[in-house]
């Protein structure tokens, strides 16, 4: 802003958000290599939870605070079976 007048604006775009929101991007994908400490049994993968959030993104637009922030930062592994 200078003075009342707008003189530069920035739009961030998101592919991955926009992709899972529209329902053709996974929560979680298979995660090809060992993890450590991760056991792994017969039938079994690893899968990782990927940093892009869905519908969450427009509630936190409306209300800041009704999600929680940051968790994006976190890694997250779940051991499923390999159907």
């Not at 899972?20 to 993968?45: A, D, H, I, S, T």
Request: some cysteine.
């Amino acid at each position: 802003m200078r003075g009342d007048r707008l003189c530069h604006e920035s739009i961030s775009w998101d592919q991955g958000s926009a992709l899972q929101q529209l329902g053709l991007l996974p929560e979680w994908v298979r995660f090809p290599y060992e993890v450590e400490g991760v056991e792994m049994g017969v039938g079994k993968k690893v899968e990782v939870r990927l940093p892009v959030k869905g519908v969450e993104t427009g509630r936190k637009l409306v209300d800041e605070g009704c999600e929680e922030s940051n968790e994006l930062m976190e890694r997250e592994w779940r051991v499923v079976d390999d159907l």
